[in-house]
């Protein structure tokens, strides 16, 4: 193969070439280093060798870029004459000593003024002229910088103009690949960051652009060559034996082509790109990959490190042993040196850094195992609801966990078991769609109730009227005894809390007049306005304020006025907490206890207290006559339900339908925005506090079995309907099973019988026989049931893990702190996310079980769909609470 051949050729020819690892110099400050890195790039731009300057930060590029403008640059070139001519004048046989005399030039040189330096020169009876394209000056430059004299023209332009540069930063992301492209040019700068245009060989003699290249080939194709499949130190050849107008019109891109070649052998003879670093990284890796961006692909490259004992490496490992040996050998601070020593005093600190920054990963790691083995543990949860096909045994055993977890608990709650009845309200309202009803479990227990007290022989309605109003009595004498309870209690509380509240005042009206004398005869006086601000608001008294003789009395008689503010603390606390109370019991209640204006005033805790209770008892009062006296609404309603009833009703829905008109009713109240009457939907009566003296002494095993098999009941209710909706909408978009989602057929193929449903696949639904019927809405709500189960879970485990997840961060973060009470910090790392991670599971639980009997099926339009609209069955749940109204319906416009 040539090509191969070729390529072997070319690498061969490259094996001698490599890359040199020029020693390390070292300056003892930072200035120093600048200034040495900026004289070795003078030297090598004026020898046209393409230079790479690795920076550790942008700041610092812009930094070092300055260095190279024709201002300072001058500037440094002056300093290095004026040193030069010091030593010689003064025969300074070691040029590295220190020399206390120049020491002024060591300052910055953005500090460092032209003037000064001609000051210093004066003092120090230097002959010097500061024109440096002086032709004494020019030798001398030539001398230190060891240029030949064939560059010296290359020396003055760059003393005149600057070095001419490019900087490679993350500012410049869009200039990236331009910048790389002439990075090997002949004579260029680059000073860019470690980490900047990486994955990028610089080439020798920079990029060939392609035109250029593609309009060489025309000519070498119309000369006869096969250009394509030549390198290009043969095209340069071929084109060198041609005559100059064989080039044709492509005369200007051959010389550029021909000129290119030219530098990249001039490259190549300096020696290849050279890799200056300007500091050394904590990490070895990646100053070796600062070093290897030269000598690319068999090229010739060096690289040399310039560091400082300022650098942050140096000062936190070694420096001071190098900063003892440099005092000791008496070196000038502005003199770069190079040590073996610094070398392996440097290796040494990255082996440290490195091996401190791996036991911390290690470290880290052991705290990421951690998460790492919950979030397997979440996302093999997540892949099972995706895959499982049946997801009920799943949902049975997380309602079965929480309710073995939740009603020990609630029972054993000293308010008694009504928060368990709650709790299970909200998580399963009572069912209502169509003709089908099913009771919440405290519906459940009161429906029990009345059929218990069924007696055998002789059952009426008149006694089954009584049944119920005794039911309803009790639930009224439940709730007002709870509410009356906590009302008793929160006064209890209340008066405690004015204690405490009446105590810090009292305190801080102690500090207030305690200083108050000092204040007022002190060399800066308050005015007594100021003061009697600053009283009322320590008194923590708003909207009051002391009037012109109290203010007075802070001067004159400040006993008087602390009596008068102790006794404004008294009124405003009792009146305040007064009327939170009956703000809290009147919101409890649902109706005002109409107080007199005024009827509080004047009155101590206690007797505020036996007030409200004797008022709270009075409203109750009022309540039970209207609700229960003999023209009550409970009363009324319940009599007009049963009027068409002749026996005693044991059907659970009627029972339901009944229990819920008497615990409902409405009243008449006046809407101060529209300045109009309506009737606003009341509760009347709370079941919950009934149905929990109904439970007694019941273990709670037997309620968490007696619970469950509710639950269970209210699952196989929503399938039911579930089914039937979906049904419905099949039927009414005329969709045939076997238009159905193909994984339903085989659940139809087992419930009905691959024989029955071949018969019945492509026939309408309303064809079908009522038990077909049946069957088919059976699966069809399982179906809708299950999906729905699994939306509900993968919700709950998304929405909860990703807050779970910054949780778990905040912890780790703070977790730190615990090694300040001699703990160790990954111990309890470990133990808080194990906790809160047990928690997250009780979540996601809880939320599921709170959402999965609270959906209700959309009301199905009656609107038949296109044909074919459906391959499966449309979705019938909505999102919405049940018993929400839907109020996205937009009510007509009447046109005027």
């Known amino acids: 193969?040539?090509?191969?051949?070729?390529?072997?050729?070319?690498?061969?020819?490259?094996?001698?070439?490599?890359?040199?690892?020029?020693?390390?110099?070292?300056?003892?400050?930072?200035?120093?280093?600048?200034?040495?890195?900026?004289?070795?790039?003078?030297?090598?731009?004026?020898?046209?060798?393409?230079?790479?300057?690795?920076?550790?930060?942008?700041?610092?590029?812009?930094?070092?870029?300055?260095?190279?403008?024709?201002?300072?640059?001058?500037?440094?070139?002056?300093?290095?004459?004026?040193?030069?001519?010091?030593?010689?004048?003064?025969?300074?046989?070691?040029?590295?000593?220190?020399?206390?005399?120049?020491?002024?030039?060591?300052?910055?040189?953005?500090?460092?003024?032209?003037?000064?330096?001609?000051?210093?020169?004066r003092s120090l009876n230097i002959p010097m002229s500061f024109n440096l394209e002086d032709p004494e000056n020019i030798a001398r430059l030539r001398r230190l910088l060891e240029v030949p004299p064939e560059n010296e023209e290359r020396m003055i332009r760059a003393l005149q103009g600057g070095i001419p540069h490019q900087v490679l930063n993350a500012r410049k992301h869009d200039e990236e690949s331009r910048i790389i492209a002439r990075a090997g040019a002949f004579g260029a700068v680059t000073i860019a960051t470690n980490m900047a245009g990486r994955g990028v060989d610089i080439k020798l003699g920079g990029e060939l652009d392609e035109e250029i290249l593609g309009d060489t080939n025309r000519v070498l194709e119309r000369a006869g060559y096969d250009a394509y499949n030549m390198t290009n130190l043969e095209r340069r050849d071929a084109l060198l034996r041609m005559k100059p107008e064989d080039y044709s019109i492509y005369e200007e891109q051959v010389r550029a082509f021909l000129q290119y070649m030219d530098e990249m052998e001039k490259v190549r003879e300096l020696g290849g790109l050279h890799v200056i670093g300007s500091e050394r990284h904590e990490a070895r890796r990646i100053d070796n990959q600062l070093r290897?961006?030269?000598?690319?692909?068999?090229?010739?490259?060096?690289?040399?490190?310039?560091?400082?004992?300022?650098?942050?490496?140096?000062?936190?490992?070694?420096?001071?042993?190098?900063?003892?040996?440099?005092?000791?050998?008496?070196?000038?601070?502005?003199?770069?040196?190079?040590?073996?020593?610094?070398?392996?005093l440097v290796e040494q600190s990255q082996?440290?850094?490195?091996?401190?920054?791996?036991?911390?990963?290690?470290?880290?790691?052991?705290?990421?195992?951690?998460?790492?083995?919950?979030?397997?543990?979440?996302?093999?949860?997540?892949?099972?609801?995706?895959?499982?096909?049946?997801?009920?045994?799943?949902?049975?055993?997380?309602?079965?966990?929480?309710?073995?977890?939740?009603?020990?608990?609630?029972?054993?709650?000293?308010?008694?078991?009504?928060?368990l009845l709650a709790y299970l309200e909200d998580i399963q309202p009572p069912i209502s769609w169509n003709d089908l009803r099913y009771p919440s479990f405290t519906m459940r227990l009161l429906i029990d109730e009345i059929e218990r007290r069924k007696p055998a022989e002789g059952a009426s309605v008149a006694h089954l009227r009584r049944v119920l109003l005794e039911l309803a009595e009790n639930a009224f004498a439940a709730e007002r005894e709870h509410v009356m309870k906590s009302f008793n209690e929160l006064l209890d509380k209340t008066a405690e809390t004015i204690e405490e509240q009446r105590k810090e005042r009292l305190d801080s009206l102690d500090a207030f007049f305690e200083t108050l004398e000092d204040r007022l005869e002190g060399e800066q006086p308050v005015r007594p306005q100021e003061l009697a601000e600053e009283l009322l608001t320590l008194a923590r008294l708003p909207g009051m304020r002391l009037s012109t003789e109290q203010v007075r009395w802070l001067t004159q008689d400040p006993q008087r006025l602390r009596e008068a503010i102790e006794e404004m603390i008294d009124t405003y606390l009792l009146s305040f907490n007064a009327s939170r109370m009956v703000a809290a019991l009147e919101r409890r209640v649902g109706e005002s206890l109409n107080l007199r204006p005024g009827q509080l005033n004047g009155m101590d805790w206690n007797e505020i207290a036996d007030t409200l209770e004797r008022e709270a008892g009075a409203l109750f009062d009022r309540i039970h006559e209207r609700l229960f006296g003999p023209a009550g609404q409970i009363t009324r309603d319940l009599d007009s339900a049963l009027e068409k009833t002749d026996d005693y009703l044991t059907e659970p829905n009627q029972l339901l339908d009944l229990l819920s008109m008497m615990a409902t009713g409405s009243r008449l109240v006046f809407d101060r925005k529209t300045h109009r009457q309506g009737l606003l939907q009341t509760t009347r009566l709370r079941w919950v506090y009934l149905a929990a003296q109904l439970l007694g002494e019941v273990s709670p095993q037997e309620i968490t079995r007696q619970v469950l098999e509710h639950l269970e009941g209210a699952g196989e209710a929503l399938q039911q309907i579930f089914g039937a909706v979906d049904a419905m909408v099949?039927?009414?978009?005329?969709?045939?099973?076997?238009?159905?989602?193909?994984?339903?057929?085989?659940?139809?193929?087992?419930?009905?019988?691959?024989?029955?449903?071949e018969q019945v696949a492509d026939?309408?639904?309303?064809?079908?026989?009522?038990?077909?019927?049946?069957?088919?809405?059976?699966?069809?709500?399982?179906?809708?049931?299950?999906?729905?189960?699994?939306?509900?879970?993968?919700?709950?485990?998304?929405?909860?893990?990703?807050?779970?997840?910054?949780r778990v961060e905040a912890l780790r973060v703070s977790i730190g702190l615990e090694a300040y009470a001699q703990r160790d910090p990954l111990v309890q790392y470990k133990a808080r996310a194990s906790e809160m991670f047990t928690t997250l599971l009780s979540e996601i639980r809880s939320a599921v079980i709170l959402r999965m009997f609270n959906l209700r099926p959309r009301q199905a339009s009656a609107a038949p769909a296109a044909e074919g609209a459906l391959a499966q069955p449309a979705p019938a749940v909505s999102n919405t609470p049940a018993g929400s109204n839907d109020r996205g319906a937009k009510k007509k416009r009447h046109r005027h």
């Open 1 to 121: 193969d040539p090509v191969r051949a070729k390529v072997l050729a070319v690498q061969m020819e490259n094996y001698n070439a490599q890359r040199q690892l020029l020693c390390s110099q070292v300056t003892q400050a930072a200035e120093a280093k600048l200034r040495a890195i900026t004289l070795e790039i003078l030297h090598y731009h004026i020898l046209g060798r393409p230079q790479l300057v690795g920076t550790t930060s942008v700041e610092h590029s812009e930094h070092l870029s300055s260095r190279l403008d024709a201002d300072l640059l001058r500037r440094l070139m002056l300093v290095q004459i004026l040193r030069d001519l010091y030593q010689e004048i003064n025969k300074v046989e070691i040029a590295e000593r220190s020399i206390p005399q120049l020491a002024p030039l060591n300052k910055p040189l953005e500090q460092l003024e032209v003037s000064e330096i001609r000051q210093l020169a």
């Open 292 to 344: 290897g961006r030269s000598a690319r692909q068999g090229d010739p490259g060096s690289s040399r490190f310039y560091l400082s004992l300022e650098d942050e490496l140096m000062r936190l490992f070694g420096g001071q042993q190098v900063t003892g040996l440099l005092e000791r050998l008496n070196i000038d601070e502005s003199i770069p040196i190079e040590s073996r020593l610094v070398g392996r």
């Open 351 to 419: 082996e440290r850094v490195e091996g401190s920054n791996f036991d911390v990963r290690k470290h880290l790691l052991e705290y990421d195992d951690v998460l790492n083995a919950q979030r397997k543990r979440i996302y093999e949860q997540r892949d099972r609801v995706f895959t499982k096909e049946d997801l009920s045994e799943d949902i049975e055993e997380m309602l079965r966990v929480e309710l073995q977890q939740r009603i020990p608990q609630e029972l054993n709650n000293p308010e008694g078991p009504w928060r």
């Open 730 to 757: 099949l039927q009414q978009n005329r969709v045939t099973l076997r238009q159905t989602d193909p994984r339903l057929h085989e659940y139809f193929k087992d419930a009905l019988g691959e024989e029955e449903f």
């Open 763 to 806: 026939l309408p639904l309303e064809s079908l026989s009522g038990e077909q019927r049946e069957i088919v809405e059976s699966v069809l709500g399982w179906w809708r049931q299950n999906e729905i189960y699994r939306q509900l879970l993968l919700s709950a485990i998304s929405e909860l893990w990703v807050d779970y997840l910054t």
